[in-house]
């Protein structure tokens, strides 16, 4: 138990479908993050949230939005996706500390998406 | 070619072996960190390091900045330690982690 959750664990949803993921940490980080996992790749920063504010999107496809209403929720909306898209999606949590540096980072199980 | 590159990609020991795994990188960094992920898919931070060595357990962690280098070690390995290994960057002045492509170590009884 790393103290960040996520649901579902798993998901089959088609094309034409919308879905979210959800995200929730309970240690009082500030800062939120989405990565992609794909098979043999290194895993790939979608969004950063900090203080509630999205301070970073690395070229995502529009077909991804993030919502974040809280500093403890994250949230993965997701619709009209590509079979390319399945993946395992990744929340984090951190607390930024702009002075000395993020600490590390605490993981959510993950989300297996599977897009048919 | 990857900032942060892992060697090797496939490691398989017996069980009590010692385990070194590598993580080299090319940019300034103001933190390292090694991570493990077990095939159900979540991740746990094992160390956080900017600079010298950590331990916990029978993990050690080591870090040459000069170099820019780390190596992960496991002493009196064990089946459960099995899992994919990942190495993670945080350049200077970049909230970001950049990451490897991950080490899987499988040990066997």
């Known amino acids: 138990e790393t103290g960040v959750t996520q649901t579902p664990r798993h998901l089959v949803m088609g094309m034409t479908n919308k879905k979210s993921l959800k995200c929730e940490q309970h240690?009082?980080?500030?800062?939120m993050y989405w990565y992609k996992q794909s098979a043999k790749k290194p895993l790939e920063l979608m969004f950063v949230?900090?203080?509630?504010?999205?301070?970073e999107n690395n070229s995502v496809p529009s077909r991804f939005s993030p919502e974040c209403p809280n500093s403890s929720h994250l949230f993965l909306h997701l619709h009209t996706l590509q079979p390319e898209d399945s993946a395992l999606y990744l929340c984090?949590?951190?607390?930024?500390?702009?002075?000395?540096?993020?600490?590390?980072?605490?993981f959510g199980q993950g989300t297996r998406l599977t897009v048919v | 070619k990857n900032e942060v590159e892992q060697s090797p990609q496939n490691l398989t020991a017996q069980e009590g072996e010692f385990i070194t795994i590598n993580c080299s990188y090319s940019?300034?960094?103001?933190?390292l960190h090694w991570l493990q992920q077990h095939p159900g898919g979540g991740i746990v931070s094992l160390f956080m390091?900017?600079?010298g060595k950590k331990k916990h357990g029978r993990l050690i962690a080591t870090i040459n900045i000069q170099e820019k280098h780390s190596s992960l070690h496991i002493t009196a390995s064990h089946p459960r330690d099995s899992a994919v290994y990942i190495c993670?960057?945080?350049?200077?002045?970049?909230?970001?982690?950049?990451f490897g492509t991950g080490t899987r170590l499988t040990i066997i009884p």
């Open positions: 984090a949590s951190s607390q930024e500390r702009r002075s000395r540096g993020n600490t590390e980072a605490f």
């Open positions: 240690l009082g980080h500030n800062a």
């Open positions: 949230y900090n203080f509630k504010e999205q301070t």
């Open positions: 940019v300034g960094i103001s933190a």
């Open positions: 390091l900017s600079s």
């Open positions: 993670a960057v945080r350049a200077f002045g970049n909230e970001k982690l950049t």
